[in-house]
């Protein structure tokens, strides 16, 4: 399942990067296939985007699953070139955000908004304008998502037919949570990382590397389920997640990710809720019931930014997984992932072939 790199899972896909008009070099994996193939088959490429402190490696369980039948598209954001390589897919585009693996950072801003337009512009360069997409993101790469497909408006040729978020609530209110000390306590890093004139030169300090095991390894987000701790953890992924970390540019990058998210990013999910602009796509919410559903109510939260009348799904995620579900429990995150693609329609029910079989 690994290639000459030893990323496993990432064999069938293609390795690239794209310098976008945000500054940022994007790096990126995505199969192996052109535009005209994706408009032969009639199948809407999947957008996956990494989460903190992440890269798109936390993806390998998933896509040898989605990229049977899907286009993949998987970036790594704010990462140095360099960090990951790479290998062929399907369908499916696993990206890395600014500042993120091996994405170098934006030079114009670390806003969602600004992070949204380096992934689509990546995104463009491997299958062209005019496609139909899949979204799907976790952590940070969740968020970038949501306010992606509020502001699609920025985006006119891209059609979504689905979006997928795990493990997150607006972060409007994930900041308003915080006045739960619970909360507050198990989510240190939200007030932490933002004060970049004390964090960054902290964590460096610190050892980058130090500070992504000391998180990855926390009981304030991990799961409590032995075999999910140990899919977690497999294939060396600790060691790659820390290794980035260890860079000048991602402990930098990761910092203004937070930093954004406290100001540019707050305001406007205020804005958003006073002009009444909210998600109007098909959305699911994975959530770990162990994490965020111990601080939150979760479907209450979501239906105040999803227009009325659009399809909204909220999914608990139990058996002791945490934050990290889709790495510590993939086979159960595929089931979630593929019935509610398959449900979106025609074009994507293609892509159900591995669930289909299942139930022969």
């Not at 598209?73 to 062929?88: A, E, G, L, M, T």
């Not at 969740?142 to 037919?161: E, G, K, M, Y």
């Not at 860079?247 to 305001?267: L, N």
């Not at 162990?290 to 058996?319: H, Q, S, Y």
């Amino acid at each position: 399942m690994s290639d000459s790199t030893g990323l496993y899972g990432f064999g069938s896909l293609k390795h690239g990067f794209h310098t976008t008009s945000t500054g940022s070099t994007v790096s990126f994996y995505h199969s192996n296939i052109s535009q005209s193939e994706i408009e032969a088959k009639g199948a809407p490429v999947l957008v996956l985007v990494h989460g903190w402190p992440q890269t798109s490696y936390m993806w390998r369980h998933l896509i040898p699953m989605l990229s049977d039948e899907y286009p993949l598209f998987v970036p790594d954001v704010n990462i140095p070139p360099s960090s990951h390589r790479i290998q062929k897919s399907t369908l499916t585009v696993p990206i890395q955000l600014p500042g993120y693996g091996s994405s170098t950072l934006s030079t114009t801003g670390n806003d969602k908004l600004t992070y949204s337009t380096a992934l689509i512009e990546s995104l463009y360069s491997v299958y062209g304008p005019k496609i139909t997409t899949i979204l799907i993101g976790h952590d940070r790469g969740a968020r970038t998502l949501h306010r992606l497909c509020v502001s699609r408006a920025d985006f006119p040729n891209l059609q979504i037919l689905g979006l997928i978020l795990a493990d997150i609530i607006p972060t409007y209110e994930q900041f308003a949570a915080f006045s739960n000390p619970v909360a507050l306590t198990r989510y240190f890093h939200w007030g932490f990382l933002p004060n970049t004139a004390l964090s960054i030169p902290m964590i460096k300090a610190f050892g980058g590397a130090n500070f992504c095991r000391m998180i990855m390894q926390s009981a304030n987000t991990g799961g409590a389920n032995e075999n999910g701790i140990a899919n977690l953890f497999s294939h060396g992924s600790l060691d790659v997640y820390a290794r980035h970390f260890n860079k000048a540019e991602m402990i930098e990058g990761t910092c203004r990710d937070y930093e954004a998210a406290s100001k540019e990013d707050y305001a406007a999910q205020i804005e958003d809720q006073k002009e009444g602009r909210k998600l109007d796509v098909p959305t699911l919410v994975l959530y770990s019931e162990k994490n965020l559903g111990a601080m939150a109510d979760v479907p209450v939260v979501w239906k105040r930014w999803v227009k009325e009348g659009t399809r909204l799904e909220t999914k608990g995620i139990g058996e002791g997984y945490g934050h990290f579900f889709l790495e510590e429990a993939p086979e159960l995150s595929y089931e979630h992932i593929i019935a509610f693609c398959k449900s979106l329609g025609n074009q994507a029910s293609k892509l159900g072939k591995r669930a289909s079989e299942k139930n022969e």
